[in-house]
């Protein structure tokens, strides 16, 4: 099994969509600057030395707990960690490939969740799943002709190997009409340098590698998109009060929810009304 392409955050970006496409899954070297991501490895250290591993903001019930790990440190609302975390929401590249693969369902999306992901000393391999899973109730009654709703990245803060627990992907799933993942299809671990990251279709079978290390911990974060008419994983909104946002760039005070949702082809009326002067002017 060949691993996932890796491309440069300059190459043509019908390039970058035409691996995601075939595979499922692309990594893009260099997609993030390296100041911004020195910056937001400085702050999510610091936090990190406050939160238990395990479930302790993440995974209800046992599968939940499972599917987090007990060694690995998870934690989200992100815009209160650093502002450098408000760049990465506008970092162009990602944009255009994440309107590429979502607006032809949805009039706009908004953050799904961002996640500071680390993985702990002998941590073993999550199981393999799909992010649009999250929306089952969508997902198993569309299958396979599923439009993307989702849109994910796993980005480096630091070198991240397959000894660490390089997210795992199964190159091509995206489209296999099977709705759980097979044990036996060969998963590619997506090694990734700071700043680079593995973008991937919410319906391609992936999952965190196992940390082999005795002593090392795999630092990584998660972001992701999701279409405007669904509810998305973490309850960003209640971490800005609105106001909060006034200095922000207007893609960034939409992701956060500062503005209404209106469906692409203006059929039907608005969601989450709230005009917002700058994004929602007719
Ligand atoms: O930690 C990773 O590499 C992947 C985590 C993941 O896919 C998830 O929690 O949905
Ligand atoms: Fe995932």
Redesign the pocket.
Known sequence: MTGLRRLAADAPLEEQLAALDTDGGVIIEGLFDRATIDEIRRAADARAEHVAPGAATQGMGEAGKA???AN?I?FSSLGQLTPAFFDMLDNERYAALADAVLLPACGNYWLNTA?V?Y?GPGEPA?EL?R?ADNWWEFLGRTWPDTPEVTI?A?IGLDTVTEEL????VVPGSHRDPALSYRSGDASVP?ELGPGDA?VYSGHVF????ANQTTDRW?R?M?LSFVAGWLTPEEAIVLDHPLGSLDDRSPRVRRLLGHGSYYPGERRGGGLWLRHVKGIDED
């Open positions: 599917f987090v790990g690995t998870r996640q992901m993985i999550q799943h992010d994910s796993m627990g390089a997210t795992r997506a593995l992936h999952g965190g590698g795999r990584a998660h």
